[in-house]
């Protein structure tokens, strides 16, 4: 892959940035809930870290099939996926 199309983590971030929580309503970067992450080789990690108390309503989203060999994992603050 050339440098010209790698992405970049500040280009993931800047992705992310569209990704809304509506029930505290912000983007899950300003709200600080995106940490490690990585850009590697072409694939991106990262988790998101939700209140244990909305683990459970974001399962799905953790169980999620990855897509163009991203992976996201979601996780609680209290207990890793």
Do not use: I, N, Y
């Not at 929580?21 to 939700?50: I, K, P, Q, T, Y």
């Amino acid at each position: 892959m050339s440098s010209t199309s790698a992405v970049g983590e500040q280009q993931v971030l800047d992705a992310l940035r569209g990704v809304r929580d509506v029930e505290r309503g912000g983007d899950v970067v300003s709200l600080g809930m995106v940490s490690g992450l990585a850009v590697r080789d072409g694939h991106v990690a990262f988790a998101l870290e939700v209140e244990p108390a909305r683990a459970a309503g974001l399962e799905t989203l953790r169980k999620a099939p990855s897509r163009r060999s991203t992976l996201c994992r979601a996780s609680s603050r209290s207990a890793p996926c």
